[in-house]
């Protein structure tokens, strides 16, 4: 059985199956902000979800970090160090790409083992 967390008509912010939070790709609350805090609204965002699932930061398997322009790739990594768990760096993918609203400079999705029961 898969336990899916904030649906809408679109889509899930979190799926959780075999004991796996698979989160949608999250993106920043404030797109006026540069890509280091766009970042750290995003990595917030990261949080409260695997909280919703019962997991947090230390826990993730794999991040993927898409950025609308690899200029932005040290200002995200400034935060991204900031931020992850010490001794507990996910494997992690970062790759440009076109977002979906070109005010965004940068939108993650990562999964992470979790201790709800599906």
Known sequence: MIKRIDVSSRFSEVAIYNGVAYLAGQV????????????????????????KADSDKSRILMATVYLADMADYDEMNRAWDEWVAPNNAPPRACVEARLANPNWKVEIVVNAVCSIKE
Do not use: F, G, H, R
């Open 28 to 51: 920043p609350t404030d797109e006026t902000q540069n890509a280091y805090c766009q970042t750290q609204q995003v990595l917030s965002e990261i949080d409260k979800y695997l909280a």
